[in-house]
């Protein structure tokens, strides 16, 4: 006699970002059905979070369909390794130590749980539904609060050892330069991340006295730097310049390592525009091994951030073994 199986055709994506945590229903041909999210600090306790989180899944996933219809759940998450399960010592995220996430919530919720580094699921997102569809070898670089990095060779995720491959942010571009949240100083992080843009900004006012409207700015941010970068003002135009010539060095290294077809940049820094990519691109130009200049496409994401990371979590989900404590 055949045994009948019950295929199911969803699964749940959860992108754990230092701000929000989105989580989203998602089928098998990547439409999102149900989505919703919570502030992350909300729950500065690790044990609090995986309980919250975990009861809010069970109750979207009960008010759309049940349980029966959910094969997997996937997990995104900075200082993440899909090797061991942890999330560890993550510079931007309150919960610190060795945290084994992935069997948290899977001993909570009773469904497979695959969990992996930020950067690498927005590679899959991009490689799945973005601006990577297709290719076979490329770098991902989100801009945020930190800076990951993930790059795909012969369409296969480069993970390494342990599962952290691809810390692009705490690659050294200054010796004895900026302390970061890692222990290190001269990190790339702390010149091209959020809190090393505005400190760049910092600077630039307190060794001069010329006019600029950043010195006007309630909220010092990358956006509202941005933003003043838009009405024309030169200091805030430089403070995108250095950040840029410091960003293209770094992927000007990377790109010359594992030769890619193109460096895709996500996150809201990216969202910078001309004011970061132009220095961007011209330093990176200048500093790539001669053989690639002009053959790497440097792009940005054309895909809305938090969308994109849900469904890269969800082709994660599809990936792990599959596992009930229901079946």
Same mark, same amino acid.
């Given at each position: 006699?055949?045994?009948?199986?019950?295929?199911?055709?969803?699964?749940?994506?959860?992108?754990?970002?230092?701000?929000?945590?989105? @989580?989203?229903?998602?089928?098998?041909?990547?439409?999102?059905?149900?989505?919703?999210?919570?502030?992350?600090?909300?729950?500065?306790?690790?044990?609090?979070?995986?309980?919250?989180?975990?009861?809010?899944?069970?109750?979207?996933?009960?008010?759309?369909?049940? @349980?029966?219809?959910?094969?997997?759940?996937?997990?995104?998450?900075?200082?993440?390794?899909?090797?061991?399960?942890?999330?560890?010592?993550?510079?931007?995220?309150?919960?610190?130590?060795?945290?084994?996430?992935?069997?948290?919530?899977?001993? $909570?919720?009773?469904?497979?749980?695959?969990?992996?580094?930020?950067?690498?699921?927005?590679?899959?997102?991009?490689?799945?539904?973005?601006?990577?569809?297709?290719?076979?070898?490329?770098?991902?670089?989100?801009?945020?609060?930190?800076?990951?990095?993930?790059?795909?060779?012969?369409?296969?995720?480069?993970?390494?050892?342990?599962?952290?491959?691809?810390?692009?942010?705490?690659?050294?571009?200054?010796?004895?330069?900026?302390?970061?949240?890692?222990?290190?100083?001269?990190?790339?992080?702390? @010149?091209?991340?959020?809190?090393?843009?505005?400190?760049?900004?910092?600077?630039?006012?307190?060794?001069?006295?010329?006019?600029?409207?950043? $010195?006007?700015?309630?909220?010092?941010?990358? $956006?509202?730097?941005?933003?003043?970068?838009?009405?024309?003002?030169?200091?805030?135009?430089?403070?995108?310049?250095?950040?840029?010539?410091?960003?293209?060095?770094?992927?000007?290294?990377?790109?010359?390592?594992?030769?890619?077809?193109?460096?895709?940049?996500?996150?809201?820094?990216?969202?910078?525009?001309?004011?970061?990519?132009?220095?961007? $691109?011209?330093?990176?130009?200048?500093?790539?091994?001669?053989?690639?200049?002009?053959?790497?496409?440097?792009?940005?994401?054309?895909?809305?951030?938090?969308?994109?990371?849900?469904?890269?979590?969800?082709?994660?989900?599809?990936?792990?073994?599959?596992?009930?404590?229901?079946?």
């Amino acid at each position: 006699m055949m045994e009948n199986y019950n295929t199911k055709t969803r699964v749940v994506g959860v992108d754990i970002s230092n701000e929000r945590t989105t @989580y989203a229903i998602v089928d098998i041909r990547g439409n999102i059905l149900a989505e919703e999210s919570f502030d992350t600090l909300l729950y500065p306790d690790v044990n609090e979070f995986v309980g919250a989180l975990s009861e809010k899944i069970v109750m979207l996933v009960e008010a759309n369909g049940g @349980y029966e219809t959910i094969r997997s759940i996937g997990v995104s998450a900075p200082s993440a390794s899909s090797t061991t399960g942890y999330v560890d010592n993550a510079s931007n995220l309150p919960w610190k130590g060795h945290i084994p996430l992935a069997v948290m919530l899977r001993e $909570r919720i009773g469904l497979a749980v695959g969990l992996a580094n930020d950067a690498h699921i927005t590679a899959l997102g991009e490689q799945a539904f973005g601006s990577a569809h297709g290719m076979q070898n490329f770098i991902i670089v989100s801009l945020g609060i930190g800076l990951g990095s993930c790059f795909f060779s012969e369409s296969r995720e480069h993970k390494g050892n342990l599962g952290y491959a691809g810390e692009f942010g705490h690659t050294c571009v200054a010796d004895g330069g900026r302390e970061c949240g890692c222990g290190h100083k001269g990190c790339l992080e702390t @010149y091209v991340g959020a809190k090393g843009i505005v400190r760049t900004a910092q600077e630039l006012m307190a060794a001069s006295d010329a006019p600029s409207l950043m $010195r006007n700015l309630e909220d010092l941010s990358p $956006r509202t730097i941005a933003e003043c970068c838009n009405q024309g003002d030169e200091m805030a135009i430089e403070v995108y310049r250095r950040t840029g010539y410091m960003l293209g060095i770094g992927l000007a290294n990377y790109a010359s390592i594992v030769d890619p077809e193109a460096v895709i940049l996500t996150g809201g820094i990216s969202h910078a525009g001309r004011w970061l990519l132009g220095p961007t $691109r011209e330093s990176f130009d200048n500093h790539v091994f001669g053989n690639m200049r002009g053959k790497v496409k440097l792009v940005v994401s054309e895909l809305d951030d938090r969308e994109r990371d849900v469904l890269g979590a969800s082709v994660l989900a599809w990936s792990v073994p599959e596992y009930s404590l229901f079946k």
